[in-house]
C-alpha cells in the first residue's frame, strides 16, 4: 500500500495516523520518505479490514535512485518462519533482529543466531514464489522424469535458479510442506 491509498482512504495524514494509534510525525515522516513500513502497513490492512492491503518487498524510491532492500526471514524454532523487519549490526555488539510471526500480534526484538537466517531473492517459482537461502526446491529435469530435489544452500545458489523451471516445497529448516507427498 502506498502512502497515497492511505491518504485517501482516512481522508488525511492525522486520522490516518491516529487510525492505528501512532505519532503525526511518524507518518509525516513515512510522507517523506514515500513509503509506510510493512508492520504498520499490516495494522492499517486489520483497521480497515482488508481494504487496504499490506505489501512487502516493494521497491523504495528515494531521491529518484531506486533502492533494494534485501528480503529477509528469519526461523524461531518455537514459531517457525518469520518476516524480519529489521537487522542491526553494531561493532563489538551483538547482532539484533526484529520479526513478526502472523500467530504473535507484536514483532519480537532478539539477539540472534545468523544460522537461522535467510536471504531473499527477486527470483520466483513457478507459483510466483520468492525464492530464499535454505528453501528446498524441486526442478524439471529432461533427463529424468523423476524431478530433482535440491535445497539452496546460500545466495550464490539462489542465483543460479533464475534460469530453471523449479517448486518451492520446503525448508531446510522446517522440511518439506505445501502439499508435496516424499516419494518412498
Known amino acids: 500500500m502506498t502512502v497515497d491509498e492511505v491518504c485517501q482512504y482516512f481522508g488525511n495524514g492525522t486520522k490516518a495516523a491516529k487510525a492505528i494509534g501512532c505519532e503525526r ?16 502497513q499490516l ?69 540472534f543466531d545468523t544460522k537461522y537466517l535467510c536471504q531473499g531473492t527477486l527470483i520466483k517459482d513457478m507459483d510466483g514464489a520468492y525464492l530464499y537461502e535454505k528453501d528446498i526446491v524441486l526442478i524439471s529435469s ?19 535458479m533464475k534460469d530453471i523451471n523449479f517448486k518451492i516445497i520446503g525448508n531446510s529448516f522446517e522440511g518439506v510442506k505445501n502439499g508435496y507427498k516424499e516419494s518412498k
Open 142 to 160: 529432461e533427463k529424468s522424469s523423476e524431478p530433482l530435489k535440491r535445497i539452496i544452500e546460500n545466495i550464490t545458489d539462489a542465483y543460479k
Open 25 to 40: 510525525a511518524a507518518f509525516s515522516y513515512w510522507v517523506k520518505k514515500g513509503y509506510i513500513p510493512y508492520s504498520s
Open 43 to 111: 495494522k492499517f490492512e486489520k483497521v480497515t479490514k482488508g481494504k487496504l492491503v499490506a505489501e512487502p518487498n516493494k521497491e523504495i524510491v528515494h531521491n529518484s535512485n531506486e533502492i533494494f532492500l534485501p528480503n529477509f526471514r528469519f526461523y524461531n524454532p518455537k514459531l517457525g518462519m518469520c518476516k524480519v523487519l529489521s537487522l542491526t549490526f553494531r561493532d563489538g555488539r551483538v547482532p539484533m533482529i526484529k520479526y513478526f510471526h502472523p500467530k504473535k500480534p507484536k514483532s519480537i526484538l532478539s539477539s
